[in-house]
């Protein structure tokens, strides 16, 4: 009887992914794959929450019954996606992109500072998001987009080069050289793809 070998997974690769190195490129890659194995990330308010908390950006729960309802939330995280997607792809091919729906979240930043000062804390200087409405929610996202496409090196932002792969990444390796979403996943995949494709020919 032989043991079944035990593979480790990290959580960055369990959907949501977060594997790009990259925020924005995260957020793109929340959906990923090509039908019939599309996989959804986003699905209902809950999850774009989530995402959002697993990426790192502070959420409070008492923003939740305010914005987080009727789907509204996700309406507005898959629309921002969408046109996100968009001008990744017209800044990678080096064509003009039409960033105006981008604009249009970003216009909803709004912060503002808090002083917190007592006698059994040291003063601490605060920074808070004004949150009224689900695109506020989602302007920190927003922002990351809009860094990547201004200041963004577009020679180190990618797609993975296996070909039925549609995810994105960021190569922040010392050389440069990062081919693929994982070596866990693609990495591996391909290797043994060339393998096979090695040992047909002979
Ligand atoms: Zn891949």
């Known amino acids: 009887m032989t043991t079944p070998t035990r593979r480790t997974v990290s959580n960055t690769l369990l959907p949501p992914l977060f594997i790009a190195d990259h925020l924005a490129l995260d957020f793109i890659n929340s959906e990923f794959g090509v039908h019939p194995d599309r996989i959804e990330c986003l699905n209902n308010d809950a999850q774009v929450f989530e995402w959002l908390r697993r990426a790192g ?6 923003e939740l019954p305010r914005t987080g309802q009727n789907g509204e939330l996700l ?33 909803r930043g709004g912060t503002y500072q808090e002083i917190i000062w007592g006698k059994a804390q040291p003063l601490k200087r605060l920074q808070h998001r004004r949150v009224a409405t689900p695109e506020d929610l989602l302007v920190p996202v927003a ?20 070909p039925d792969c549609t995810l994105w990444f960021y ?4 050389s440069h050289h990062r081919r693929w979403c994982s070596m866990a996943v693609c990495g591996n995949r391909m290797k043994v793809a060339a393998f096979r494709a090695r040992h047909r020919a002979q």
């Open 57 to 62: 950006i502070p959420v409070e729960v008492a």
């Open 75 to 107: 309406r507005v995280a898959l629309a921002l996606r969408a046109t996100s997607r968009e001008l990744l792809l017209s800044r990678k091919a080096g064509r003009v992109g039409n960033p105006s729906a981008l604009n249009n979240v970003l216009a």
């Open 143 to 162: 922002e990351s987009i809009a860094e990547l496409l201004a200041d963004g090196d577009f020679a180190l932002v990618r797609k993975c080069e296996s």
């Open 171 to 174: 190569d922040r390796t010392k």
